[in-house]
């Protein structure tokens, strides 16, 4: 074939692909949204928090996502795109003009590239950038939640365990005065704190808030051991923001970047579990973009088999090899976590699974051999059908 023809060919094939590895990426996107978005409604509709800085906060979990999307929608891409091929009998006509389904391969692998860059590029810079900047962005939103909830005379339960009271709040000077707070974080002995006057303090650096009581007295039922009573000068109360809101998750090696992972795997003072931990961190994100090429690969074999089930079909199975892939992915980091198989191997153990299928599928449907996996389903269809036939038939 002329090299134009086949640029042209490869070009065509690309075009191809990319419609719908967008629409995949808008719609997987969306749907890891979607359980987040409660929250964050919450903050702007119930605690008043500004609309502008809950979608600053939606823009910073965007890489976390786009880090899991961008592969699954690699695979959705191919996988839509082969079957709309196969289903107009334009790969026959490929096949018919010398085009082998190697031939086919290159767009595919340069498509696969791309992606694979992207989601290298939201590992190594990105993810962690965003992991930070809404764990700081969220502390201020927080604070600025507890402003807008302290109101004079009003009971404020924001916090779970916690239910606070003011007479009076300085949203100022954060000064309060008649305060009144019932404290159940531990439920065999709540407490009920009364203070004459009080301030609010902020701690950025351990993320938490602090209320300083001024005269003022703690009641506390020790349950059989009878009740307790302390009179206090001054008395600091701490409220952890990781406890205060259901959005924060707590800090860990998802907020490191490559370099501070690479410092944590050399360090000494590290104990076992803490090591193996950073290790599956530091080779999720190394093996999680590859796994673009892995999906590219089985995408194609299985797009050609789906031809004649239409879109539809091609999400459905584009959802089941995404769960099948997160089990072996799941498996993987519960056995490198307990030590059962290095935890670097744990997070490539789905790759070498997947990419050992695929290979034997595109080498089975580029020689156009009989795969006895694809034929499973018609052949219990049609013994399930025969099973009725005889049913019927009986007397």
């Not at 193996?276 to 973009?289: G, Q, S």
């Amino acid at each position: 074939m002329p090299l134009d023809m086949n640029k042209t060919l490869h070009l065509y094939i690309f075009k191809e692909i990319i419609v719908p590895f967008f629409l995949g990426f808008t719609v997987f996107t969306f749907v890891l949204l979607m359980g987040r978005l409660i929250n964050l409604a919450e903050l702007v509709i119930a605690k008043g928090v500004p609309l502008g800085e809950v979608l600053r906060l939606l823009s910073y979990m965007l890489p976390s996502f786009s880090f899991i999307s961008v592969p699954m929608s690699c695979l959705l891409a191919v996988l839509l795109a082969f079957g709309r091929l196969s289903a107009d009998s334009e790969i026959t006509a490929m096949k018919a003009g010398g085009i082998s389904l190697y031939g086919m391969l290159p767009p595919v692998l340069v498509f696969a590239a791309l992606t694979y860059l992207i989601t290298t590029a939201v590992t190594v810079y990105a993810l962690p950038w965003g992991n930070t900047s809404f764990k700081s962005l969220l502390y201020n939103v927080i604070n600025l939640r507890v402003n807008v909830s302290l109101k004079d005379g009003v009971f404020n339960d924001d916090f779970p365990g916690m239910v606070i009271y003011v007479a009076k709040y300085n949203q100022e000077t954060h000064l309060v005065s008649g305060v009144l707070i019932y404290d159940e974080r531990k439920q065999d002995e709540p407490a009920t704190i009364f203070a004459r006057n009080g301030l609010i303090m902020t701690d950025p650096g351990r993320k938490s808030l602090r209320l300083r009581l001024l005269d003022g007295g703690i009641h506390r039922n020790r349950g059989n051991s009878g009740y307790q009573l302390m009179k206090f000068a001054s008395y600091d109360l701490s409220i952890n923001f990781s406890q205060a809101s259901q959005i924060n998750p707590s800090i860990n090696e998802t907020d490191m970047s490559f370099r501070e992972l690479r410092e944590g795997m050399k360090s000494k003072s590290a104990d076992a579990k803490t090591h193996r931990d950073l290790v599956i961190e530091f080779h999720r994100r190394l093996a999680f973009p590859f796994a673009c090429f892995v999906f590219a690969c089985i995408g194609i074999p299985l797009g050609l088999q789906n031809r004649r089930s239409g879109k539809s079909s091609g999400f459905s199975l584009c959802i089941v090899l995404l769960l099948m892939y997160y089990i072996f992915l799941s498996a993987g980091k519960t056995l490198g976590q307990k030590g059962a198989i290095p935890p670097g191997l744990s997070m490539w153990l789905p790759n070498l699974v997947f990419i050992a299928m695929g290979i034997y599928l595109f080498k089975k449907t580029a020689h156009e051999e009989r795969i006895i996996l694809f034929e499973l389903p018609g052949m219990f269809l049609a013994w399930a059908q025969s099973r009725v036939n005889a049913w019927r038939k009986s007397p």
